[in-house]
């Protein structure tokens, strides 16, 4: 097991389409999803696709947590490795919210995404799960999909301005002043920030 580098935006293996795993029981598939694992706990995130640790291939691990979908941090699920995900939009209803991702630190920005998918994948001992999800589960995990086929979330933004710095959340915070619920993990970047008051007051006052 091992802590892997991460590649940011803009390195070409961000931006291939993965291949399938042939074998998802073979040992260095489990080797590499030890340390996606590994990585997610060294630096506290939610989910990464193997392309983001410079293996090209249809690997995801990933875990819900509370913060994601809660208003505290009180438990999370045990991680889920998948191979070769395969995801399907059910019904025509979206779901909108402020994304972050390991390969662009610093950033956030305002995706709109199917609410509900059909989600097929194998495990790491062979069987074929099958489930539907939604929520922020369904978020998550069309993010991460979404890196094996090349795709960063920015590319499915419909409007760029919604893209800003961690350190500068004036949309978030706009979105927080209106009421829109708004993930635990994503608003403390707002309760972080000095300059929130000021927006948040003219927001109120226009
Ligand atoms: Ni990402």
């Known amino acids: 097991m091992a802590i892997r580098r991460i590649a940011r935006m803009g390195n070409?293996?961000?931006n291939?389409?993965?291949?399938?795993?042939?074998d998802p029981t073979a040992p260095d598939v489990a080797r590499l999803a030890g340390d996606m694992k590994d990585t997610l706990v060294d630096i506290g995130g939610s989910g990464i696709a193997a392309p983001?640790?410079?293996?090209?291939?249809?690997?995801?691990?990933?875990r819900l947590t509370s913060r994601?979908?809660?208003d505290q941090e009180i438990a999370a699920d045990p991680w889920t490795v998948m191979v070769n995900p395969e995801l399907t939009?059910?019904?025509?209803?979206?779901?909108?919210?402020?994304?972050r991702c390991l390969s662009i630190p610093g950033l956030h920005g305002k995706v709109s995404r199917p609410a509900r998918l059909r989600l097929v994948y194998t495990t790491l001992t062979g069987e074929t799960v099958e489930r539907e999800v939604d929520g922020a589960h369904?978020?998550?995990l069309q993010h991460e999909c979404d890196h094996l086929d090349g795709i960063l979330y920015p590319m499915r933004m419909d409007d760029i301005?919604?893209?800003?710095?961690?350190a500068e959340p004036g949309h978030l915070a706009a979105d927080m002043a209106a009421g829109v619920k708004i993930w635990p993990v994503l608003?403390?970047?707002?309760?972080d920030w000095p300059g929130r008051e000021q927006w948040m007051d003219r927001r109120a006052q226009e």
């Open 12 to 14: 070409p293996v961000l």
């Open 16 to 22: 291939q389409v993965a291949t399938r795993v042939d």
């Open 187 to 191: 608003r403390k970047l707002v309760e």
């Open 52 to 62: 983001q640790v410079y293996e090209s291939v249809r690997l995801v691990v990933y």
């Open 138 to 140: 369904a978020t998550l």
């Open 161 to 166: 301005s919604k893209l800003e710095f961690d």
């Open 68 to 70: 994601l979908a809660e």
């Open 89 to 99: 939009p059910l019904g025509a209803d979206t779901l909108t919210g402020w994304e």
